[in-house]
């Protein structure tokens, strides 16, 4: 596995200043922006759309991780690509209502590279059959929704089966990420680590994202 990738979550960054905080990540080694979609209805909070994301393309040259933990990805799934997405990853939950293989293909239609994910409580054998036709595989570690929840160790378990079973693939975690976790998660085979309070939260966002890595 090569270097691990950090991808802070700007859904923890401070708002009024956003623009002086994308670049302060870009500036401390960050790898890729995460952001975080959501529409009150998948899960119980709202965070931001298109428009926040087409302004965060113009802010940064990093890539643009979108995760849609949304309804009906498939119908705004054109939007983000539009916006500046370079990846896009729909949930596996039947909640989510849209047809998974059709959206996946949409996705990477629209130039961007394909994500999916699950929910905690969501058995990883929903998303076993589209590990051949995805990129990333995202891994809640938290029940996704917001921030500061405490990391699941459970979780592991999915992060481990699914890079015995593809060794090629992106595996990312996200929720409850500190040095400690990620620590955990690189070695059961994550390699990108969305961080949200552990770096907008710390005095030196360098700092904290090297000690993500372990370096």
């Known amino acids: 596995m090569g270097r691990v990738i950090v991808a802070p979550s700007i859904l923890a960054a401070d708002f009024s200043r956003l623009c002086d905080e994308i670049h302060r990540v870009e500036a401390a080694g960050a790898d890729w922006i995460h952001c975080d979609i959501m529409d009150g209805h998948f899960v119980d909070n709202i965070s931001f759309g298109p428009e926040i994301v087409r302004i965060v393309r113009g802010l940064t040259s990093l890539p643009l991780d979108v995760h849609l933990m949304i309804e009906h990805a498939d119908h705004y799934v054109p939007r983000f690509v539009k916006a500046g997405a370079n990846f896009i990853t729909v949930h596996a939950e039947p909640e989510a209502k849209h047809h998974v293989a059709k959206t996946l293909q949409q996705i990477r239609d629209g130039g961007c590279r394909a994500g999916l994910t699950l929910n905690p ?88 994202i090297r000690e993500l890595r372990g370096e």
Do not use: C, W
């Open 121 to 208: 409580e969501t058995s990883f054998d929903l998303v076993e059959p589209f590990l051949d036709k995805i990129d990333l595989l995202l891994v809640m570690t938290v029940h996704p929704g917001f921030g500061g929840q405490p990391f699941r160790t459970d979780q592991m378990q999915k992060v481990k089966r699914a890079r015995s079973l593809n060794s090629k693939i992106d595996i990312e975690v996200d929720g409850g990420i500190n040095a400690d976790t990620a620590r955990l998660s690189i070695e059961n085979g994550a390699n990108v680590l969305v961080a949200g309070t552990s770096i907008f939260h710390s005095k030196d966002y360098a700092m904290a």
